[in-house]
C-alpha cells in the first residue's frame, strides 16, 4: 500500500512538473532535470521521523497483543493434545470447538491489527506525501526546472541533480503548506 502511494505520488510530481517545465520551455532553453529520493525525505522530515515512530510503537504494542495470543493458542493446544486422550467423545469435541473459536479469534484480530496498521500508515503518510509533492512543486517553479522526477525513475543523472537534501529542508522550514 505505502509502495502504490509512493508511486501515484511520484507519477504525479513527474506529470505537474513535465507540464509545468513544457509550458515554460517554449523557446529552446537548457533543460533543467532533477530528482527528489521521496521514501528519504518522506522518512527524514520532521513530520515523518514523528509519523514513523507513532507508527512503529503502535505496530509494537500489537505485535505483542498477537504474541500473547499465539502463546495462549499454543498453550491451549498443548493442553488439549494432552487430555485427548483421557477425556470423552463429548468433551473431546467441546474442548476442540473451543480451541477452533480460539484459533479463529486470533486470525480475526491479526488481520484487524494488519488492516488498522496499513490505514494508519496511509493516513500518516498521505498528509506528508502532498506537502512534499508541493515543495517539489515550489522548488522546481522557482528554480526554473523542466521536470522533477522521482529516483527511482532517473536510471542516470549528473552530479547535483538530486535535490532530496532542498525537499527535505525546505519542508522542515513550512514551505508548501
Do not use: C, H, W
Amino acid at each position: 500500500m505505502k509502495k502504490s502511494l509512493l508511486i501515484s505520488l511520484a507519477v504525479a510530481i513527474a506529470v505537474s512538473g513535465f507540464v509545468a517545465g513544457a509550458a515554460r520551455a517554449e523557446s529552446a532553453t537548457a533543460t533543467k532535470l532533477g530528482y527528489v529520493d521521496l521514501n528519504r525525505a518522506l522518512n527524514e522530515t520532521n513530520e515523518g521521523k514523528s509519523a514513523k515512530a507513532r507508527l512503529e510503537a503502535d505496530m509494537k504494542a500489537k505485535k505483542q497483543k498477537i504474541e500473547m495470543m499465539q502463546n495462549d493458542l499454543k498453550k491451549a493446544g498443548e493442553e488439549l493434545e494432552k487430555q485427548k486422550l483421557i477425556l470423552s467423545a463429548d468433551a473431546l469435541r467441546e474442548k476442540q470447538q473451543a480451541f477452533q473459536q480460539k484459533y479463529l479469534e486470533f486470525q480475526k484480530t491479526a488481520m484487524e491489527y494488519e488492516k488498522q496498521i496499513s490505514e494508519a500508515n496511509d493516513a500518516a503518510i498521505k498528509p506528508i506525501a502532498d506537502k512534499l509533492m508541493r515543495v517539489v512543486q515550489q522548488i522546481g517553479q522557482s528554480d526554473g526546472y523542466t521536470m522533477i522526477v522521482p529516483r527511482e525513475m532517473a536510471l542516470y543523472s549528473p552530479a547535483g541533480s538530486d535535490i532530496t537534501d532542498r525537499v527535505i529542508k525546505a519542508y522542515n522550514s513550512g514551505k508548501g503548506k
